[in-house]
């Protein structure tokens, strides 16, 4: 599987931005689907993962009432809206697919593929 993140940027704290996840190469819906975030000097946390038909969603403490995953298996996309955005979200997001399709996996190593990263900075 291939994934292809985007739509990061520099936005102002209090803003919005929706992360995208295209992926090809196999059949998306096979797959659970996490979005994790990784900081300078830090390691990478898990934010946000979804089942494969989307009905089960799970969040990150730090994010959960901001943030919501969804899913397009028509599209083969997943997505992020981040709401309320806050200077600590300011990371680069990776978007990620697991074989465990039920969306619970929080570990970056249960997922098998990874997209490139987008970065994402809050900043006044």
Do not use: H
């Amino acid at each position: 599987v291939q994934l292809q993140a985007s739509g990061g940027g520099l936005v102002q704290p209090g803003d919005s931005l929706r992360l995208s996840c295209a992926a090809s190469g196999d059949t998306f819906s096979n797959y659970g689907m996490g979005w994790f975030r990784q900081a300078p000097g830090k390691e990478r946390e898990f934010v946000s993962a979804i089942s494969w038909g989307g009905g089960g969603r799970f969040y990150a403490d730090s994010v959960k009432g901001r943030f919501t995953i969804s899913r397009d298996n028509a599209k083969n996309s997943v997505y992020l809206q981040m709401n309320s955005l806050k200077p600590e979200d300011t990371a680069a997001y990776y978007c990620a697919a697991t074989i465990f399709a039920d969306g619970t996996r929080r570990r970056p190593n249960d997922y098998r593929y990874w997209g490139q990263g987008t970065q994402v900075t809050v900043s006044s």
